[in-house]
């Protein structure tokens, strides 16, 4: 518990140096939302909550994993529909509001303040979405606003973030985001709407073959990108990395079976774990954020968590 809360403050401090540093902008790291851009001569630019409120949803059957900086929601051992819906959003809606984040820090200078500006608006709708998930208390028969109203505001994230990555490719967007980080990103918000929908349906099943499909996929990215944000002196840290992504794309292709794949997202969050600390404590030479490398640490853990449910 004193590990966590330190943890929080650490990241809270963190969050902020670091997204100044990189964006020149001012944080505002309080449950209050910054709903208003500051306005006037000489005055920043909010950025809104760079990290959500830690706590319990009020809906039974959410678990939350702790070995993350931030919470992980998910499915607790007894969980009906609605935990499973609710702790689905939960996660996702932090992740989106994070992809937001990344994009708007990685969005620098006057001539992005456009496309900045958009990310920013979907960084505090889906603060919200995650406010009213964690905040409400939902049974398996009221969930429909729930998710319709998240699906509502994924859907238009969606066409933003692949809008992007054909501006970026084209060559109009000179954003310093990769166009694989904007694939990636809308990926993750394709499947987060497919399974809204499943949910409203009334289905929280998961399927074997597109969790594997989908996971090996995104944790192979993650590697890239760890690969391409460390130190190029990193070389060993470097090799390493690409190796392991090398093994997801082809485990992707050749659907291994599940305790292989639950023995891979172990090898992952290990990697991830050791990955972060080492950044934190400046082990590590690298440009990868600790926001950043909390993140895709927890989606590691989603990934375990989905396998072992998986049927
Ligand atoms: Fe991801």
């Not at 009221?142 to 859907?155: F, I």
């Amino acid at each position: 518990m004193e590990k966590r809360a330190l943890q929080g403050k650490l990241g809270r401090r963190q969050f902020a140096g670091t997204a100044a540093a990189a964006a020149g902008v001012s944080l505002i790291a309080t449950p209050v939302l910054a709903l208003e851009p500051s306005k006037g001569q000489g005055s920043c630019e909010s950025i809104g909550p760079l990290s959500l409120p830690e706590g319990a949803a009020f809906t039974p059957g959410v678990f939350v994993d702790q070995r993350a900086r931030k919470p992980i929601y998910l499915p607790g051992m007894n969980a009906g529909l609605a935990g499973y819906a609710v702790s689905e959003v939960l996660f996702w809606t932090d992740i989106m509001m994070e992809h937001a984040m990344f994009m708007s820090l990685l969005m620098p200078g006057d001539h992005l303040r456009g496309p900045r500006s958009e990310a920013r608006q979907f960084q505090i709708v889906f603060a919200r979405h995650f406010l009213s998930a964690r905040d409400g208390g939902y049974r398996d028969d009221g969930l429909s606003w729930l998710l319709s109203s998240t699906r509502a505001s994924v859907l238009p994230f969606i066409e933003y973030k692949r809008r992007m990555q054909r501006a970026q490719e084209a060559g109009t967007l000179r954003s310093l985001v990769w166009p694989l980080f904007f694939d990636h990103i809308a990926r993750e918000a394709e499947r987060f709407a497919a399974r809204l929908e499943l949910l409203a349906n009334g289905s929280a099943a998961l399927q074997r073959d597109e969790v594997s499909a989908f996971w090996t996929t995104i944790m192979a990215d993650h590697l890239e990108f760890v690969a391409h944000l460390l130190d190029p002196q990193e070389r060993a840290l470097v090799a390493d990395a690409n190796a392991r992504a090398e093994q997801l794309y082809q485990a992707h292709t050749q659907r291994v079976g599940s305790g292989q794949l639950a023995s891979m997202a172990d090898e992952v969050i290990d990697f991830k774990t050791a990955a972060e600390q080492g950044i934190e404590t400046g082990q590590i030479k690298s440009i990868i954020d600790p926001s950043l490398a909390d993140h895709i640490l927890r989606e590691a853990v989603r990934f375990s968590d989905e396998i072992q449910r998986a049927q």
